[in-house]
């Protein structure tokens, strides 16, 4: 089994990392290292179903996920006085639902290849004998993520999504959106259309030029922690007032 995993850190914001449909936190690994290696305290759920094997993710539901996100709060608000969310994929939904529903309890969000919108669910029923959708081939071949996915599975997540998209403009935490350029899962036009109906009005965005969909642990996964460190940092430092009135590309 592939567990959850904390990395220390001395600032008052703490990030909670969340990994992917059928992934693991290992997925959240390099962010989480960036993020420590800056001072942010950061801990990476195992998503329920996930990180032991495919029948079980069979018998989840999105909610039994997210549950999973809320006994990570609970873990890292312990010993932090606030909390960032970071997501890849459908963890980024996660932490959207979260901020939605307990904004109190998230103060910023980075979220990667969100997928709002996908162009043919039925890609996501498919086998995955080549491994997640990463451009590096050798990260490509460490993953531990499942190499099929189940149908209740993908039910399961089209009905967070659809949940997510009604609750979008209840969202008005600060917020960096990243996606990859070459991904093959969710469509870039999902960046936008996330920029566009989040209620947010402090809102950043980067498209990472040369990865696939899980930039977290692609090629340019450095710069992934680079521009989520430094966009943390600057709201750790923003007083409350100023988290308005902002947006940036």
Not at 12 to 36: D, K, N
């Amino acid at each position: 089994m592939v567990d959850a995993f904390s990395l220390p850190g001395s600032r008052p914001l703490g990030c909670l990392l969340v990994h992917g449909f059928t992934g693991t936190p290992e997925e959240m690994r390099p962010l989480g290292e960036a993020l420590a290696a800056r001072g942010f305290p950061v801990h990476a759920v195992r998503l329920a179903g996930h990180g032991t094997d495919v029948a079980e993710l069979a018998r989840t539901r999105w909610t039994d996920w997210f549950a999973s996100v809320e006994a990570g709060v609970a873990r890292l608000r312990a010993s932090t006085e606030r909390l960032a969310v970071a997501g890849m994929s459908m963890g980024s939904l996660l932490a959207l639902h979260l901020a939605a529903t307990r904004p109190e309890d998230v103060t910023a969000l980075v979220l990667c290849g969100t997928p709002l919108r996908l162009s043919d669910a039925r890609l996501a029923m498919l086998p995955k004998p080549d491994g997640p959708d990463v451009a590096d081939a050798a990260m490509r071949a460490a993953s531990r993520s499942y190499r099929m996915t189940p149908l209740a599975g993908v039910t399961e997540l089209l009905r967070l999504q659809a949940v997510v998209r009604r609750e979008l403009s209840h969202v008005t935490q600060p917020a960096l959106l990243l996606h990859g350029r070459h991904d093959h899962s969710v469509p870039l036009a999902n960046l936008e259309l996330l920029r566009r109906s989040l209620g947010s009005p402090w809102i950043e965005t980067g498209v990472l030029e040369h990865s696939w969909h899980v930039i977290t642990m692609d090629v340019e996964r450095d710069e992934v922690g680079r521009l989520a460190a430094e966009f943390l940092e600057r709201v750790e430092a923003a007083p409350a007032h100023a988290e308005s009135g902002r947006q940036r590309s």
